[in-house]
């Protein structure tokens, strides 16, 4: 897997800016006194100094040397090579400095920590740092983001064993929806919708920025399905679950219903992240003679996540639950690609694919999200709602009738047919 090609084709779309230098801080008053909190003597708490020292003009006199030993390989090779990872660290300083400690969002762990900081710009912003485990405790994660929302009335940090996940649960009734996101997915305007037809839960995963869960590195599939899981059973959450994932979150959770298809009432895929997107669209590339960036010598995390999912399709068949896949039906801007790009290729690898998926269940849906980007939660969230509500009703039907239960489910269509592509 070509994860530079990715990253450039892909991610520029969809993926927030780059950890350090693309934080976008609250702005606000001047920063109060400094807190009585102090940083721990710890592996986290000593990379954490640093990085302050780094943000307060240290920066300015680093070396490649200097940031090589300080953060580990695979963040070098796969997240900010260190000559990028340095200029960045500069342009911070120059924008943000000088920085103040304002104590943490949350008690740090062994390995991570959420730091909560006012910069010279009178705003706010959090750092996020986490380290490996063994010496010598080297960053695998630094992050200069937005500081995490306060928790909401519905909200608690769910222990699922040395690490805390923030989970947000309203509604009753069932099935339970579960809403699992991208790098970064809002679920704004779609939780209150949904909750007021059955109970719906939306999570901070610990790897995304402003995340009010424990952070940890960029984590593969099969540990967000772990996460999940562990998660929502100390919640002490009713199954089955109607699941859905929006971008990667769509890998996600189907990888969660290839391997607990028991646990899954449903699923509803939005714009999801099909394991061969990149190989396609590479392969399309080649045919036009278009240069691509040779791998890297090791997968990254996301190749990993696409390797687990091919893995889980060769294992059996896709889980025999009601379905809908949704896709963006607007194109890419074609500024937001080199000149000459295959917007109209890019895009029809990618339904297609979508249409794919769909196929795998019985009577699956595909649909067009006719006025949406890739954030069709934000741009279109009565679709999504729609959606759900649709795969909520049939899996109540299905838990109800023992008629529907021995039989495919038939997966009523949406009435605004310019919405609508039918995978069958």
Known sequence: ?????????????????????????????????????????????DQLVWVLAQLNGGAMDLTEANVQARFAPAFLTHVLPAPVLLDLLRQTTAQYAPVTFAGFAFPPTATGAVANIYLGTRGQAAIYVTVEPELPHRMTRLDLSEAPAPPSPTGRRVDIGGRALYLDCR??????????????????????????????????????????????????????????????????ESRPFVLVGHSLGGLYVQLFAYQHPDEVAGLVLVDPTHEEFSTRLADMLLALG???????????????????????????????????????????????????????????????????????????????????????????????????????????????????????????????????????
């Open 1 to 45: 897997m070509r994860r530079q090609f990715v990253f450039l084709v892909v991610a520029l779309l969809f993926l927030p800016g780059l950890p350090i230098a693309a934080a976008r801080a609250q702005v606000g008053g001047p920063a109060p006194s400094t807190p009585t909190v102090e940083i721990p003597a710890s592996p986290v708490g």
């Open 171 to 236: 509604g009753s009734g069932g099935p339970s929806v579960v809403l699992e996101g991208g790098i970064s997915s809002d679920w704004a305007a779609v939780q209150p919708a949904v909750a007021r037809f059955t109970r719906v839960c939306s999570y901070d995963r610990p790897d995304s920025p402003g995340s009010r869960s424990d952070p940890v590195p960029q984590r593969t599939a099969q540990e967000v399905v772990a996460d999940l899981r562990s998660m929502l059973t100390a919640a002490g």
């Open 290 to 424: 278009t240069p691509i960036p040779s791998a890297p010598p090791e997968p990254d995390t996301d190749d990993v996540s696409f390797m687990q999912m091919r893995e889980a399709r060769t294992s059996g068949p896709f889980p025999s639950v009601p379905l809908i896949v949704l896709s963006h039906g607007r194109s890419a801007d074609p500024s937001e690609r080199p000149p000459g790009w295959p917007i109209a290729e890019e895009e029809r690898i990618w339904r297609e694919l979508h249409a794919e998926i769909a196929r795998m269940a019985p009577n699956g849906r595909h649909i067009v999200a006719e006025e949406s980007g890739h954030d069709i939660p934000q741009e279109q969230p009565e679709l999504l709602v729609e959606a759900i509500q649709t795969i909520v009703n049939v899996a109540r039907d299905a838990r109800t009738s023992a008629t529907s239960a021995a039989s495919p489910t038939v997966i009523p269509v949406p009435s605004s047919s310019d919405r609508i592509n039918s995978a069958n």
